[in-house]
């Protein structure tokens, strides 16, 4: 039984909810003599909503008492407050988890602010999140709002909070304002460590500051204690930046030294070097490398084998690239998108359709929606070679897969119809584009510009040189070129004279194919005198 008596000490929070109900009184005790209708015959006369009004009375009376008994109960003295703020703080941080992990920011902004209202003391922990959330999108104005708020009410940042917030600056390309968060660290008590560095150090080594990185590590880790682990991380960075910038010894002797130190080796070590030695050309070395990383008994992923394959495919390796194809079948490693792209892309420009085809059809026996670049780079090189027939068969398997095309698609679809003749059909295409609410680029006018000079009919070309003007697309010289081929054909060596004028005056880079052109149609009218004028004008521009 609950005492309602004072006895002047805090008996806990059972004591202070009888004090409740004492000070409380009779104000909200439910009144039953008010719940019946007030017409004093309505059973005389038989009133259907009578027993209604008395249970919506009801019904109202009590959740009016409830709600006003529960604004009256004064927590702080109930006792209830530290147990429910503990509460808030358990299940805060799983809820803000999630929120984050689902990239609801806005959405965990909104609960923090109801929370702080509430006096719930969020934990540094999420706050992080929330930082770290707003960095990965790139609102680094909310993010300084952040952090200002946690340093004028808490809870302090720590070294994670100013790592985050590096890293945003950076991935920005903000490289000043992160130098400028680190040296403000100390001034706020906080001491960088590894990480903070190696975020610095990879931001200055993209930038080509390299020597910058290794001062800023000297300076600022002389008298660290986390070694091992973390020499190989900025051993990693260091050695990434020195291949990309083409410094292949440099980035060696990282490598060297890290085993020299016996750091111990890992996966991402390995990929970095193999990518380094990929980038500088020296694949027979990555080869090399590839094999000791086997011998080690590191189980290359994916990412390892797609960087021998990009290498590959550009040096027009394709066989091997796609020998490498298989040794990942038989180790286990599933290629992604990315390595059926690359072998996709060298068969194309190869020329072997055929094999492309059977590598797109392991792509979707496999569940891996190719991207629509796949299915234009195998659209583009049937129409190159003039076959019509697959172009248009490739494109209605795109179709039928729900992959809607786009620019390049209809692009290479009108070089197809204008390999095989169809003027018409190429042009019927541009207003196709149109109507599924694509817009024609240079490539689209430049194609049939070129496809209606090369049928004489010049006029048309001029009218889709000036619609092409109008929509704001700047001609380049194939644009140029083609329509003093078209003006050659016809016979009108003054116009085509003009247009070689506009192009050296429009500062595009010209190369011999207008000039060849019109000497050529000079020679066949017998004016050899001009074609040997306009031969030493090419000269003296190439000097």
Same mark, same amino acid.
């Given at each position: 039984?609950?005492?309602?008596?004072?006895?002047?000490?805090?008996?806990?929070?059972?004591?202070?909810?009888?004090?409740?109900?004492?000070?409380?009184?009779?104000?909200?005790?439910?009144?039953?003599?008010?719940?019946?209708?007030?017409?004093?015959?309505?059973?005389?006369?038989?009133?259907?909503?009578?027993?209604?009004?008395?249970?919506?009375?009801?019904?109202?009376?009590?959740?009016?008492?409830?709600?006003? /008994?529960? $604004?009256?109960?004064?927590? $702080?003295?109930?006792?209830?407050?530290?147990?429910?703020?503990?509460?808030?703080?358990?299940?805060?941080?799983?809820?803000?988890? @999630?929120?984050?992990? $689902?990239?609801?920011?806005? =959405?965990?902004?909104?609960?923090?602010?109801?929370?702080?209202? !509430?006096?719930?003391?969020?934990?540094?922990?999420?706050?992080?999140?929330?930082?770290?959330?707003l960095c990965k999108i790139g609102d680094m104005e909310k993010a300084d709002c952040l952090i200002r708020e946690m340093l004028e009410m808490g809870p302090p940042p720590n070294v994670v909070t100013y790592n985050t917030f590096?890293?945003?600056?950076?991935?920005?390309?903000?490289?000043?304002?992160?130098?400028?968060?680190?040296?403000?660290?100390? =001034?706020?008590?906080?001491?960088?460590?590894?990480?903070?560095?190696?975020?610095?150090?990879?931001?200055?080594?993209?930038?080509?500051?390299?020597?910058?990185? *290794?001062?800023?590590?000297?300076?600022?880790?002389? +008298?660290?204690? $986390?070694?091992?682990?973390?020499?190989?991380?900025?051993?990693?960075?260091?050695?990434?930046?020195?291949?990309?910038?083409?410094?292949?010894?440099q980035a060696l002797g990282f490598w060297d030294q890290m085993l020299h130190k016996n750091i111990q080796i890992d996966l991402v070590a390995y990929n970095v070097l193999i990518r380094g030695l990929c980038l500088t050309q020296?694949?027979?070395?990555?080869?090399?490398?590839?094999?000791?990383?086997?011998?080690?008994?590191?189980?290359?992923?994916?990412?390892?084998?797609?960087?021998?394959?990009? &290498?590959?495919?550009?040096?027009?390796?394709? +066989?091997?690239?796609?020998?490498?194809?298989?040794?990942?079948? !038989?180790?286990?490693?599933?290629? +992604?998108?990315?390595?059926?792209? /690359?072998?996709?892309?060298?068969?194309?420009?190869?020329?072997?359709?055929? !094999?492309?085809?059977?590598?797109?059809?392991?792509?979707?026996? !496999?569940?891996?929606?190719?991207?629509?670049?796949?299915?234009?780079?195998?659209?583009d090189g049937y129409g190159r070679f003039g076959d019509l027939g697959n172009a248009l068969s490739v494109n209605n398997h795109m179709l039928s897969f729900g992959v809607a095309p786009n620019v390049f698609t209809f692009n290479?679809?009108?070089?197809?119809?204008? *390999?095989?003749?169809?003027?018409?059909? &190429?042009?019927?295409?541009?207003?196709? /584009?149109?109507?599924?609410?694509?817009?024609?680029?240079?490539?689209?006018?430049?194609?049939?510009?070129?496809?209606?000079?090369?049928?004489?009919?010049?006029?048309?070309?001029?009218?889709?040189?000036?619609?092409?003007?109008?929509?704001?697309?700047?001609?380049?010289?194939?644009?140029?070129?083609?329509?003093?081929?078209? @003006?050659?054909?016809?016979?009108?060596?003054?116009?085509?004279?003009?247009?070689? =004028? *506009?192009?050296?005056?429009?500062?595009?880079?010209?190369?011999?194919?207008? @000039?060849?052109?019109?000497?050529? *149609? @000079?020679?066949?009218?017998?004016?050899?005198?001009? &074609?040997? +004028?306009?031969?030493?004008?090419?000269?003296?521009?190439?000097?």
């Open positions: 039984m609950w005492k309602y008596g004072g006895t002047g000490r805090d008996d806990g929070p059972l004591t202070a909810i009888g004090e409740l109900v004492k000070n409380v009184g009779d104000r909200y005790r439910m009144r039953t003599h008010d719940w019946f209708s007030r017409k004093k015959d309505c059973y005389d006369k038989g009133d259907p909503e009578a027993v209604f009004n008395v249970l919506d009375s009801m019904l109202k009376d009590g959740l009016e008492r409830l709600k006003n /008994m529960r $604004e009256s109960i004064p927590l $702080e003295n109930v006792g209830f407050d530290s147990c429910t703020l503990e509460a808030v703080n358990s299940r805060h941080a799983t809820l803000f988890g @999630y929120l984050c992990s $689902e990239g609801k920011w806005k =959405t965990a902004l909104w609960l923090r602010r109801k929370l702080i209202q !509430k006096g719930a003391v969020l934990d540094v922990f999420a706050h992080n999140l929330l930082l770290n959330g590096s890293k945003g600056h950076c991935l920005k390309n903000n490289v000043d304002k992160a130098l400028y968060l680190f040296s403000t660290m100390a =001034t706020d008590g906080i001491r960088p460590n590894r990480v903070t560095c190696n975020i610095l150090v990879h931001a200055l080594c993209r930038k080509g500051l390299v020597d910058d990185a *290794k001062k800023l590590l000297c300076e600022t880790l002389s +008298d660290d204690n $986390e070694k091992t682990n973390s020499d190989l991380i900025t051993s990693t960075i260091l050695m990434d930046c020195y291949f990309r910038s083409g410094n292949t010894v020296h694949i027979n070395v990555a080869y090399g490398n590839f094999a000791e990383m086997l011998k080690r008994g590191f189980i290359p992923d994916c990412f390892t084998f797609n960087t021998l394959i990009s &290498a590959l495919c550009k040096e027009g390796k394709v +066989d091997e690239a796609c020998h490498i194809h298989d040794v990942m079948l !038989k180790m286990g490693v599933a290629p +992604d998108k990315i390595s059926y792209k /690359m072998i996709i892309q060298g068969l194309c420009f190869r020329g072997d359709l055929v !094999k492309a085809i059977e590598f797109l059809n392991c792509l979707l026996e !496999k569940s891996l929606m190719p991207e629509p670049l796949i299915w234009n780079l195998i659209i290479a679809l009108i070089l197809a119809q204008i *390999k095989s003749g169809n003027n018409v059909r &190429a042009y019927s295409l541009k207003k196709e /584009m149109l109507l599924n609410g694509l817009f024609p680029d240079l490539v689209t006018y430049n194609s049939l510009i070129g496809a209606v000079c090369s049928s004489g009919h010049i006029a048309f070309a001029l009218d889709l040189y000036d619609e092409m003007l109008r929509r704001g697309i700047e001609p380049d010289i194939i644009t140029y070129t083609e329509l003093i081929r078209g @003006y050659c054909m016809r016979g009108n060596v003054e116009e085509a004279e003009k247009l070689l =004028t *506009k192009m050296r005056r429009s500062g595009l880079q010209i190369d011999h194919v207008p @000039y060849k052109i019109l000497i050529k *149609k @000079y020679c066949q009218l017998g004016q050899h005198d001009m &074609a040997f +004028d306009l031969y030493q004008n090419w000269l003296m521009r190439k000097k």
